[in-house]
């Protein structure tokens, strides 16, 4: 803002003057900032109104529309300290008697404590071979996803061991606090169980020291299991070849075609590349720059000196050799420097490009062999290849062969190890089942929980000879609770719409302004606005739609099995206009609801209708609450002027609030432009009479 000093000749308030006189543009700008400020405050009551809205359309009246929200079917256990049952709406009316025979269990180990060989505590970085003196056993983890065997090795850990653990298929942790292995199957139930076997000796010396080794119910089956095959037998030479993974000359050919591809395109695009002298073959190219590399920074011998380190030392590499390194000072201060950089990048460079060459040309001598190359020169896989062939025979003889010493190694001992072995202070938990019986039917599942004909049955203890009795009907409390909950949501919506569109006039009130605010106290100002804000929806027509759609969708009446039902035929209705407090003429009561003082005192009719047909109620109310879906949503479709989902015209109130932007801003200019005009007339006249003083006083002196 211009620094203006005026009226110092003349002594007029020039201020006051301008201010009057651009008054009337002020009062354009002023009134274009009230309405949009009115129009922001009508936003933001139009977004908590359709906040309500849509809530309501996506809550309550979304999920009233299909039967199966609503809670069909209760079950209740004659005692739940063995059961718990819920029942879906397939499960059948009556009385049932559950006996809960077993349990499941998750097979678990708690290991015995255990301590280093030099009776040291033992952690996650303790090495195995320092707790069981070696380091060549081999253990084996069976789930129900296969075997995994665990080779201990000579640096394994503790950490490491556990890791091998979690990767053969179980839960496990080593708690150093307490110097124990916990081992626990992921899942529950006998099929789920794990066994933790030895498949030599110095494994079951493993097991022992390690403080793992209990021969549970899955263990011993696996050692019996071991022990009986007899080699040359189906069933070991079925455990044999599910030992180790063949491999076949088809995957053996791709692999060969494929090392070969890779290394022949890697030597084409060398071929290809611009960057060195294609006067050459690439063979002969690369022979010379063999021969050339190694010579290229001899022309700074000279600037070679004995490497130092930190003390001043002549550094020596292990053959005792001094270590030389250039004097980048001197060839910097000899102007030699940036050839230096230039020939070691050169150098570099080389040596890069001859290692490509030299290590594909290495795979296509190593493979070519091995495949059948085509027309393109390109490899084709050749399974029937003769060195193929031999390679996939060789692998797998020797891996068969490493996997027949391991399963006679296994074998060897399993007898031993079946019948016990020293205790290693574990516990061990069995897998187990639970078991049940349903009106005398037994049924078996690996966790404790059933899906029986339309129930749910969780077991907790066991019943022993007792029996409980589940009993099973129609949930009125529940389907009851769904409809009071939909309407409840409904009467909030409703009430607060008619709020907004009955509210008291503000005519003649407008927002202040900085100055009109200034005048008044805070309290005065809270007022003032909420008296606007409360207003803003009055008698909307786009709000006096949506009160109408949903009063008259709930007047309607719907057919349920040729027969006409409305709310009034569940006890369900308005006090009627007379009877309602202000704003709750829509607002719907359900006779008998002892949270409603109005109609507590009068019959249940909604109730003994779910009591008695409870199909007719929720295929009711499914249609009615359908019905009001549709209609909201289609006033809530979206359209040129407003968004989805959205009841009012957000698109076209943006558009206003932009479009108040704009003409305050030319309101604002055009009172700054009449303000300047203004000031330089005032000024103008001031230098005029500033000139017309200094005449007189000039005559002044002439005739004093």
Do not use: C
């Amino acid at each position: 803002m211009p620094i203006r000093l005026s009226g110092m000749v003349s002594g007029m308030d020039t201020e006051s003057l301008v201010s009057a006189l651009v008054s009337s543009y002020n009062l354009k700008k002023d009134n274009l900032v009230k309405a949009q400020t009115k129009l922001s405050w009508k936003q933001e009551k139009w977004k908590t109104m359709n906040t309500s809205i849509y809530n309501f359309y996506s809550g309550k009246l979304s999920n009233t529309r299909f039967s199966a929200n609503y809670s069909l079917k209760s079950s209740t256990v004659s005692n739940d300290k063995y059961a718990k049952v819920t029942a879906s709406s397939s499960a059948v009316n009556g009385t049932q008697k559950l006996k809960v025979k077993q349990l499941a269990s998750t097979g678990y180990l708690t290991g015995g404590e255990i301590k280093a060989a030099d009776g040291s505590k033992i952690t996650g970085s303790t090495k195995l071979s320092d707790i069981i003196g070696t380091t060549d056993g081999s253990i084996s983890i069976k789930t129900s996803s296969g075997t995994k065997n665990i080779d201990i090795t000579e640096d394994m850990n503790v950490n490491q061991f556990v890791a091998k653990l979690k990767d053969a298929g179980v839960n496990a942790s080593f708690d150093e606090a307490n110097g124990r292995f916990f081992i626990s199957s992921k899942v529950s139930g006998k099929d789920g169980d794990f066994s933790l076997t030895a498949n030599n000796d110095n494994g079951l010396n493993a097991l022992q020291k390690l403080g793992i080794y209990a021969v549970s119910v899955a263990d011993k089956a696996e050692y019996t299991r071991l022990a009986s095959l007899a080699d040359g037998s189906d069933d070991y030479n079925a455990e044999l070849e599910s030992m180790y993974t063949k491999t076949t000359a088809k995957d053996v050919a791709k692999s060969y075609a494929d090392k070969y591809n890779a290394a022949k395109n890697k030597l084409d695009i060398m071929a290809a590349d611009d960057t060195w002298d294609h006067t050459y073959t690439l063979e002969d190219y690369i022979a010379n720059i063999k021969e050339e590399t190694p010579k290229i920074l001899d022309a700074y011998d000279s600037y070679k000196v004995e490497k130092k380190d930190s003390e001043g030392n002549t550094v020596k590499d292990s053959d005792g050799n001094i270590v030389y390194e250039y004097d980048t000072e001197a060839m910097e201060k000899d102007g030699v420097k940036d050839k230096y950089d230039a020939d070691v990048r050169k150098k570099t460079s080389n040596e890069s490009m001859i290692k490509v060459y030299d290590d594909n040309t290495k795979v296509i001598g190593d493979t070519k062999d091995y495949v059948t190359i085509g027309d393109d020169g390109k490899a084709v896989a050749d399974e029937a290849n003769e060195k193929v062939v031999q390679e996939v025979n060789d692998t797998n003889d020797s891996r068969r062969a490493q996997a027949k010493a391991l399963l006679d190694s296994k074998i060897a001992m399993a007898s031993t190890a079946a019948d016990g072995a020293a205790s290693s202070g574990a516990v061990r938990i069995d897998g187990e089942d639970s078991e049940i019986e349903l009106n005398g039917a037994k049924f078996t599942n690996n966790t404790n929980n059933y899906s029986i004909n339309g129930l749910t049955i969780q077991a907790l203890g066991l019943t022993g000879t007792d029996e409980v009795s589940i009993t099973t009907d129609t949930d009125v409390d529940g389907i009851y609770d769904m409809i009071k909950g939909f309407l409840k949501d409904y009467n909030d919506l409703v009430k607060s719409v008619d709020v907004a569109y009955n509210a008291a006039s503000a005519k003649g009130y407008e927002p202040l302004t900085s100055d009109e605010k200034d005048a008044m106290s805070d309290d005065e100002v809270e007022k003032w606005e909420t008296k606007i804000k409360d207003s803003l929806l009055r008698k909307d027509s786009t709000l006096g739609g949506v009160l109408d759609t949903m009063k008259n969708d709930m007047a309607l009446s719907f057919n349920v099995n040729g027969k006409l039902y409305s709310l009034s035929s569940f006890g369900i209705s308005t006090l009627g206009y007379f009877n309602s407090p202000e704003n709750e003429t829509g607002v719907l009561h359900i006779d008998g609801n002892k949270d409603d003082t109005y109609t507590s005192a009068n019959t249940d009719k909604l109730r003994a209708m779910i009591a008695s047909d409870p199909d007719t109620v929720i295929d009711f109310f499914s249609q009615l609450s359908t019905k009001l879906y549709t209609d909201l949503g289609n006033k809530m479709a979206t359209s040129s002027t407003s968004s989805a989902y959205t009841i009012y015209n957000d698109k076209q109130m943006n558009t206003q609030y932009s479009e108040y932007n704009t003409k305050i801003s030319e309101a604002e200019d055009k009172v700054t432009t009449w303000e300047d005009y203004y000031y330089s007339k005032f000024s103008a006249m001031e230098s005029a009479l500033a000139k017309m003083n200094a005449q007189s006083s000039s005559l002044s002196g002439l005739f004093g």
